[in-house]
């Protein structure tokens, strides 16, 4: 306990002035025996999170790529203000620039991921038609649709009469494309679809074409999709099996 004194004195003041600080010296020394507070922690280092890039289709000259879930479309030579750079396009490889970092980019790998859980395989098996064409039931939003299995199309594609009759809002949330077709070029939108799903595949947020007109007659299942899955041929029958 620090004891403080004070008195009442009508002379000699400079003593009265050595009263005080003598009382005092006791709570000062304490103050400086106080050891520092430990400031030198040490600073956690970070690493950050690499980018989430995929080529998902190519539309003629254009290039559909998914950065960290949000799609953009590019020509060679365009600069999205992200900072995504489209370098080069050639046989399905995109070369892009992001972050100051290049990346190649084939088509139908999906994004890269930092976390991985196991979910079931599924396997779905198509038998030919007469004429040798693979057809399968499946499903658009939710929707059930017969599918074109066309590994020569790069997406989903459809015609508009399809795309109103599933709710695909292609005139409000698509992007106008030109799409290259037997008959020529044609004026398409190009379309995000939240689920494709075939037997038990389903697979999310699936890159779609949606063209004017009556064409094509059947929904194509393209490459949007089937580049994410694992195709193999046993005898006349195609499987389809997921590969994550």
Known sequence: MINVWIFAVTKNTPHL?????????????????????????????TTPTPPRLALEALLGSKAVININGQRAVLTVGERKPSGLHL???????????FDGRKYRLRLGKGPISTRYVQPKLEIVTIAPDPRGMYYTPGAINGHPVQFLVDTGATTVAMNAV???????????????????????????????????????????????????????????????????LQMQRNGLLLELRQKY
Not at 87 to 97: C, H, I, R, W
């Open 87 to 97: 370098l080069s396009l050639k046989d399905g490889v995109a070369t892009v620039e």
């Open 162 to 228: 399809e795309a109103r009759r599933l709710g695909v809002d292609y005139l409000l949330r698509g992007q106008p494309v030109a799409v290259d077709t037997a008959s020529g070029r044609s004026q398409a939108w190009f379309v995000e679809l939240n689920e494709v799903s075939v037997g038990g595949i389903k697979v999310h947020n699936i890159g779609a074409v949606v063209l004017e007109g009556g064409f094509p007659q059947q929904i194509l299942l393209g490459m949007s999709f089937l580049g994410q």
């Open 17 to 45: 002035s050595l009263i005080f600080l003598c009382s005092f010296l006791p709570t000062v020394a304490l103050l400086a025996a106080e050891p520092p507070a430990d400031i030198s922690l040490p600073i956690p280092v």
